[in-house]
Every structure is written in C-alpha cells, then in structure tokens.
C-alpha cells in the first residue's frame, strides 16, 4: 500500500492505495486536513500532521481502524514526523521555540527535546540508518541547505551550498 496526500477534495488528505487492488481510501476522516505521514517500519502506524484552529498538531494513528490519538500538544505548529529507525523516537520540524526547529520525543509524544539551536529555519529532519545522526533542511540568507548533526545537536555538517535550494533530505 501507497500512503499520500490528495487536494482532490480542495484540502490536504491522507488517502491509501492497495496497489494489488487498486482500491483508494481516505485515511482519518475524522480530520479536515491531514498531511505529513511518517509510516512506522515495525508496526504500520502512521505519524501525520492535522491542520485545526490555526495550529498544526502531531497524530498517530491505525491505518486499519482509523483510529487516531494526539501527541502532540503545544500552542505552535508541528509538522514533518519521522520515524527514527527502531520506531522508538520521533523527530518533527516546530516553531515552538519561535522559529522552525528540530525536536525529537519518544513514540507516544512523551520527552521532547530540542535538537537543532544553530540556524533560524531547520525542517524536514530524517534519521540515519543508525539512529545516531540526523539530516535537515536548514535556511541559510535565503537559500535552503542540507546539514547533518548528531542526535544531540553536536557535530553540526553541512553537505550543500551554493547551488540554489536543496531541500527534503532522506
């Protein structure tokens, strides 16, 4: 199965599609707009983002039942969920702190942690196949580049410049 977001109804939505079928769902009717899946390797879960009253919170849900429960629970944004690679943690883009950064928390919203302090926009961070570093997308005057850092926050790289917008690293 596919897991994607559609605007054919005028909003973000989660939809699935069997591909030995062909047959499309929409994912967690119970949301105006959703976007930002992140499916967990091990159990099928989805992180995604749901967009309401101005705010953008993080959800987890059961694609089968399309249950869901909130997890996160600040007065900002958080959006871009993944997944670290034993499904333990989670990292996500928030402007809690006044401006886009990289936070983690355990698989149910619990310790969250600011990773990224360099930089005014880091989004779209993605783990590494060892869980020990993480790669971003970090705004540097006006161009988007690509950085990695250890999961603390040390150890800071950049991997792009000069060479337009780089973005959605994996």
Known sequence: DIIYVSFRNGKAQLFEKDLSTGRERRLFPQHDQ????????LTGEIL?????DGETMLYLGNPETNKSKQISYMKSSSVSPA???????IL?????????????????GSDVRRVTFMGRYNERASWSPQGDRIVYTSMDGGKMNIYTCAIDGSDITQLT???GNNEHPT
């Open 34 to 41: 959703t976007f930002s899946p992140a499916v967990n390797p």
């Open 161 to 163: 410049s000069d060479a």
């Open 83 to 89: 997944w670290s690679p034993f499904a333990t943690e």
């Open 92 to 108: 996500f883009s928030s402007d809690r702190g006044g401006s886009p950064q990289i936070y983690v928390m355990g698989r149910d």
């Open 48 to 52: 995604y983002a749901v967009l309401g």
